[in-house]
């Protein structure tokens, strides 16, 4: 399942890693006949269905995939119960601690399995489609609630972006369930920071779902057991513990993707927005247009989303408008349950922010190659944006481990950028 270094391309830098190509998703290895074959066939039907999605996909989202979105979320709604938990409060799980432990072990395994020494890679978010420069400006005139952090006044800070696919494998595009990530990170941000690691920047991570893959720390635990045995498939179909309503949110908002520029990002988990109120951000893209993908229902190149983004910059620039929605309602915004969607009519997205990127070409090996030593961390902020809820209080830790894994495995050392790298 590693890659072969013979073949990894080089990245044009004699002391930092290569970059490994796209491969095949591992096959099921869960010890029984019938439920790797199981898994087998529900990786070939996501496939297949992938290269048909984009000629219906447009009139679904239209007309269904609002209504199917309320819908799944009342029945997830149905089945909790209201923890009498105030606005942006929160509640440890009591087995916390080892639950963290339980995934960092799943993670710090498959990266070893998957990744040969020099050539690691994140355990999750793991496919880089590009990092470009940015600029993250602070819209004037806001709200006086949104009006604190970053938000406090009107500002334009320099950033990196990185845009990647799902994890923890790096497969051809068209193979993937359609699963993105942005990751933000601003540089020249005042203040003390979370994380003593990096003294300058704040992060901003989201993904392509408006709720998160799992609820909770409990249920992340045993989705990276299954993916141990690269059988995701059966933590949401477990029959004595399923996830089916979680796959089902998945489903409605994954989708084959025509360009990382092209879609919207949610934060999934919440923050603090100042004292006492808690809130999630989105980035939605201004432009309304979609790149065709190449040669459907055939075989795109395995790398069309990242040649898709290539193009597109080579020619113009690309915005987001960076929205934040507070949580009005402790229940039905709940702040321990990341697979619970924060409706719009329970509290209006508010646009507080442009993310722009500015026309440019990203995509040599030397840049791509700087992606992989950078360290995404939601912790790398200040006080007035502490992440919330307990996957949130997991990645503090988790990600800080997973990185010394991966910088053992490469023999790199961290870096914090300051937005005058130069690549060749």
């Not at 994140?122 to 006086?144: C, M, Q, S, Y």
């Not at 938000?151 to 497969?171: D, E, L, M, N």
């Not at 059966?234 to 998945?250: E, G």
Request: hydrophobic fraction near 35%; charge should be neutral; glycine fraction near 6%.
């Amino acid at each position: 399942m590693a890659p072969d270094p013979d073949t990894a391309p080089a990245n044009g830098s004699d002391d930092s890693p290569r970059l490994n190509p796209s491969r095949p998703i591992p096959p099921p290895q869960t010890g029984s006949p019938l439920l790797d074959l199981f898994g087998r066939v529900s990786i070939g039907l996501t496939q297949l269905e992938r290269r048909f999605d984009p000629f219906f996909r447009p009139a679904f989202d239209a007309l269904l995939r609002g209504p199917l979105t309320d819908l799944v979320t009342c029945w997830i709604n149905l089945a909790r119960r209201d923890e009498g938990l105030a606005l942006a409060e929160e509640r440890r799980l009591i087995d916390e601690d080892e639950l963290v432990d339980s995934i960092i072990t799943s993670f710090t395994a498959q990266m070893r399995d998957l990744w040969k020494p020099g050539y690691a890679e994140r355990g999750g978010n793991t496919k880089t489609f590009g990092i470009v420069r940015a600029e993250f400006e602070v819209h004037d005139n806001l709200p006086p609630e949104f009006r604190h952090g970053i938000y406090a006044k009107p500002h334009t800070y320099q950033a990196w972006v990185r845009f990647s696919g799902p994890g923890p494998y790096i497969t051809p595009d068209i193979d993937d369930v359609g699963f993105m990530s942005i990751s933000v990170k601003l540089m020249g941000v005042p203040g003390e920071k979370l994380m003593p690691d990096e003294k300058h920047t704040l992060d901003l991570t989201g993904v392509c779902t408006p709720t998160f893959v799992t609820a909770d720390l409990r249920s992340n635990a045993n989705l990276q057991l299954e993916s141990l045995r690269n059988s995701q498939i059966l933590h949401f179909l477990n029959l004595r513990d399923n996830h089916v309503l979680d796959l089902l949110m998945q489903a409605l908002w994954t989708r084959t993707q025509t360009s990382p520029l092209e879609l919207a990002y949610f934060s999934c988990v919440p923050y603090l927005l100042g004292p006492g109120q808690a809130m999630q951000f989105s980035f939605w893209p201004k432009g309304e247009g979609r790149t065709p993908i190449p040669r459907l229902p055939l075989r795109p190149p395995d790398d069309y989303l990242r040649q898709a983004m290539a193009r597109t910059l080579a020619e113009k620039e690309a915005a987001f408008d960076v929205r934040l929605q507070l949580q009005r309602d402790p229940h039905r915004m709940p702040i321990e349950n990341a697979a619970v969607y924060w409706s719009h009519r329970l509290s209006p997205r508010v646009s507080v922010a442009t993310l722009r990127i500015p026309s440019q070409t990203f995509d040599s090996p030397s840049q791509l190659a700087f992606a992989r030593q950078l360290s995404f961390n939601p912790w790398h902020t200040i006080a007035e944006h502490r992440p919330l809820g307990n996957q949130s209080r997991a990645r503090r830790r988790m990600y800080a481990e997973l990185l010394g894994v991966r910088q053992r495995m490469n023999r790199t050392n961290p870096i914090e950028p300051t937005g005058v790298e130069v690549f060749l």
